[in-house]
């Protein structure tokens, strides 16, 4: 079993929906990255966080530590949102442990 | 722009071959983490440098090897080269040693070896 694990693997939307990408971590951590990585490959840190929820713009993330659980949210989806979120949290050695990624297509 | 400089973009080279890959962090970062990225596997942890000296070593193979330099650029060195070895090479950096700060990504190496 992969320490992290996102859901779903695809997701593809319509231009203005609300949408939901989960990741489950089976390690304890301190805190969980989110990162967004474009068609072109780039990658964007788009939030850490330990506790609580952040918000950004359209962008929310959520976290739950006793469930070992985070949430990002998108809200208003746009074509531009099109791309691969990953999650990632700091293993045992103190390095960052990825996802696998969920590959989100928003249609106009 | 994250601020993070890797060159080449892209680097195509045979098997056996030797790369250097080069990474120029933030101004002002001390960290600096290089990440492999390849199809079937997703990201994966290589190594990170802070201030000059190794911090914490992932699933790096004996035939890679990294160093950061005096003035904090990083360079991750590939020989003996595979045709595995084939995938996207991220470096990122940040302020502290901490993996619980942000880290900003350069744009990545693509390596092709044919």
């Known amino acids: 079993k992969n320490e992290v694990e996102q859901s779903p693997q695809n997701l593809t939307a319509q231009e203005g929906e609300f949408i939901t990408i989960n990741c489950s971590y089976s390690?304890?951590?301190?805190?969980l990255h989110w990162l967004q990585q474009h068609p072109g490959g780039g990658i964007v840190s788009l939030f850490m966080l330990s506790s609580g929820k952040k918000k950004h713009g359209r962008l929310i993330a959520t976290i739950n530590i006793q469930e070992k659980h985070s949430s990002l949210h998108i809200t208003a989806s746009h074509p531009r949102d099109s791309a691969v979120y990953i999650c990632?949290?700091?293993?045992?050695?103190?390095?960052?442990?990825f996802g696998k990624g969920t590959k989100l297509s928003v249609k106009p | 722009d994250s601020g993070v400089t890797q060159t080449p973009k892209h680097l195509i080279t045979a098997t056996g071959q030797r790369v250097t890959l080069r990474c120029s962090p933030r101004s002002g970062d001390l960290s600096v983490y290089w990440y492999q990225q390849s199809l079937d596997q997703g990201l994966q942890f290589l190594i990170q440098y802070y201030n000059g000296e190794e911090r914490a070593k992932g699933n790096i193979l004996e035939r890679f090897s990294a160093q950061q330099f005096p003035d904090l650029h990083s360079e991750l060195n590939l020989s003996s080269l595979e045709l595995g070895d084939s995938a996207l090479y991220f470096c990122a950096s940040s302020v502290g040693s901490s993996s619980n700060q942000p880290q900003h990504f350069g744009d990545g190496t693509r390596l092709s070896i044919l």
């Open positions: 390690v304890g951590i301190s805190a």
């Open positions: 990632a949290v700091k293993g045992s050695q103190g390095n960052l442990i």
